[in-house]
């Protein structure tokens, strides 16, 4: 097992710790909260020299993320981190990203979208940019949060893939409330993430290639998108691997969807993000009590793992959606939504609720989750499911 | 010459495409024919022309074609009938005329 240290540290620190390990050719970033403290600190590492990095410092996110998108097609590693409105602003370029397969990898300080204004932590920043052509992982802890970090520079330089990667943690409850985690060696992480080889460099002037072409003219521009669902079909076995090889490394273990008490759960709760730790503390009460509860959490959801989540949830009576954003004027929340359609094609019927929780930072207690499992032990013994979404604790 | 040939393009399915639309060499636009983008052509006059190659200097589509320092034709596979010649042509040797009356009109 490599050398690890033991700190006591926010989840913005560990990031920004990730990317000074990662060493990133670029990074261009504009600050805003709940994410400043990542850019603020790898600032200071390039000050200090402790890390070489351009260090970019531009006038928006808009022009945070085109600077990164101009770097990468330069054949740079490029690394740049956001928040909220600051991921809205650069929703244009978030597409000529994933577009033009340029690698970069983007933290996302989850916080939600006004109005009204409000910089606490729900999803919808993130789940709004969710057919970007984005991968996107969510971490529970500070400890995940720095682990996605450095998992994603290997998944979006992956060869067969070369995608952008939004790695993103819950703001304020994981990016500023210190936290256990063990950060690796300089020396294991550098070995592990190793150098971007780019197959089509800009700079590399003996072999001259050009990026950004117009696609208007004779249908190619449907092929092309055509090709970037083909790196997303094929993105999942490559997204476990390069989890995996780090797992290898760190010691702690890389799933995509991590099931707990799921062996004989007859009721289950699936959840992204923070609250996964606070439905697993509710569960394992529950379990005292003899309910037999589970929960599921996701770790990646670009791609969205429907058949690890089907095989995770198929013999359960009820199971209960946490959806820490909504699409206003759907049938559910984007988990929701993306899960009762991958249940339907693995042929499970099995009854859901999905539960809107925690908008804007709202707190989400314990006895709501709690609440969330009396719910499910009655659809399991056969109470129709109610329509439409519950805001969970909303007045 | 280029190695990238982009003549077989339409056959072409999504996994043949560069990755990210990247054109992967240089050179390539000599294989895409832009001639057809063309309403008006130029002609030029032998006999008003003096050589001074100002069209061929000005031509922004490198479509002026010149063999030992003399103007000779026009490259139409690739002029786009912008008409920047006959602007920058001091002896008013190079006339633009609508495609298809080409013959008519120079005589």
Known sequence: MAEQTTLATTGNSLVAEAFRQCAPDVVAAYPITPQTVIVEDFAKFVAQGRVHTEYVTVESEHSAMSASIGASAAGARVMTATSSQGLAYMWEMLYIASGLRCPIVLANANRTLAAPINIHCDHSDVMGARDAGWIILFAETAQEAYDNTIISVRIAEHPDLLLPVMTTLDGFITTHSIDRAQIMDDETVKAFVGERTPEFALLDYEHPVSHGNFAGLGGTFFEFKKAQRLAFDSAMPIVKQMGEEWAKICGRPFEVVESWGMEDAEVAVVVIGSTAGNVRHVARELRADGVKAGVVKIRVFRPFPARELAEALKNVKAIGVMDRSDSLGAEGGPVFLELRSALYDMGCRIPMIDYVYGLGGADVRLELIREVYTDLADLAAGTPAPLGITYLGAK | ?107
């Not at chain 2, 010459?1 to 043949?16: H, K």
């Open chain 2, 1 to 107: 010459m280029t190695t990238f040939d982009i003549g077989s393009m339409s056959e072409w399915t999504a996994e043949q495409y560069p990755r990210g639309a990247v054109i992967p060499e240089g050179g390539t636009s000599d294989q895409y024919v832009t001639g057809g983008w063309r309403s008006e052509r130029p002609v030029r006059d032998d006999d008003k022309c003096t050589q001074c190659l100002l069209c061929w200097v000005f031509c922004p589509d490198t479509s002026v074609r010149v063999k030992d320092e003399k103007v000779y034709d026009f490259d139409y596979d690739h002029c786009k009938g912008c008409g920047i010649c006959a602007n920058e042509c001091p002896s008013d040797a190079i006339v633009m005329v609508p495609e298809g009356c080409e013959l008519r009109e120079a005589k």
